[in-house]
């Protein structure tokens, strides 16, 4: 009996310090984007690799609406990593804009990529530069997303009334490509990386023929009003099949970004992890590419880095 009852308790015990271990697994949502763009396959990627390599973690992409989206559910604790862009984290930790008087306490883990705005429409618009837009239908993006801030802006900047000047729909980069697809909108735009795979898609749909527009000298309007966080730049041609042009853009840094209370431990591990397993990331999408050390300390990013993050810099001697 007394033996019997030995092997019970030591069972209880077992099946106590699993339930323990069980317990202590960590969970990470990862805010992205939506189906269509960018963040929501690099956030697969970063969340399989995170799952494999660190262990006791269990990470997950969860489709969002985007940057602002992201940081108001790290803001609301529901989230613990997210995409976004450098200039909605600016407004999010200085409590600006859309996060007016509603600062989020954040950090910056690393910088990603640039993310490339684009003006896209199709021939037999009449559109054939910003100006253009004007009385016109067009898609700024979906609700509390990066794209929409940014576009708002680039129309301001423009010399454009965005809340007179156009009709504004707020569409999902998917939803915005099938709108133009069917002359539901006459153009459409959309900060992301390049290719965009919604954007690939109606470069390849038969009858229609993919034009950018050139945007790139709003650029410095932005920077004077909003600081330096817009860069001119290009998309080269051939980016898009049938669009054979460079085209002038505005471009801002992604950003990945955690809470402020991140335990350090878990940040410098996650920091060590995308750069010394890049090469995963990249085979999800070519934009991983650009995660690079020399990258990182810029300026790119106007958040202050997390201590964990600055742990994993200093020892590759990027901090003193």
Do not use: C
């Not at 969002?64 to 984290?89: C, P, R």
């Not at 041609?237 to 049938?242: C, D």
């Amino acid at each position: 009996m007394n033996r019997a009852l030995s092997a019970l308790v030591g069972l209880v015990a077992v099946l106590g310090l699993a339930t323990g271990h069980a317990q202590q697994k960590t969970r990470l949502s990862i805010g992205t984007g939506g189906t269509g763009g960018v963040y929501y396959p690099l956030g697969g990627g970063i969340a399989a690799l995170l799952s494999k390599y660190i262990p006791n973690v269990d990470a997950t992409a969860e489709v969002t609406a985007g940057s602002v989206a992201n940081l108001q559910l790290i803001k609301g604790g529901k989230s613990e990593i997210g995409f976004t862009m450098a200039d909605s984290a600016w407004d999010a930790y200085n409590g600006l804009d859309k996060f007016k008087d509603n600062k989020v306490p954040l950090r910056t883990l690393v910088v990603f990529y640039p993310n490339r705005m684009h003006v896209v429409t199709v021939e037999g618009t009449g559109i054939n530069k910003m100006s253009d837009l004007k009385g016109k239908r067009i898609s700024t993006g979906a609700p509390v997303s990066g794209t929409e801030v940014m576009s708002m802006r680039l129309l301001e900047a423009s010399g454009l009334d965005p809340n007179k000047d156009v009709t504004r729909e707020r569409l999902s980069v998917a939803e915005s490509v099938n709108a133009l697809k069917d002359g539901k909108i006459d153009a459409l735009s959309w900060v992301g990386g390049v290719p965009t795979p919604s954007l690939t898609d109606l470069a390849a749909t038969p009858g229609k023929k993919i034009k950018l527009i050139d945007h790139g000298d709003a650029a410095e309007v932005m920077r004077q009003k909003y600081g330096p966080i817009y860069v001119k730049n290009k998309i080269l041609a051939n980016a898009y099949p049938g669009e054979t042009r460079d085209t002038t853009n505005v471009d801002v840094w992604n950003l990945l970004v955690i809470p402020e209370n991140t335990d350090e431990k878990l940040a410098y591990e996650i920091t060590k992890l995308l750069f010394e397993k890049k090469d995963e990331i990249v085979k999800v999408h070519k934009d991983a590419s650009f995660l690079e050390l020399a990258n990182q300390m810029t300026g790119a990013s106007p958040i202050p880095f997390h201590p964990g993050a600055l742990r994993y810099f200093k020892e590759k001697g990027l901090v003193k």
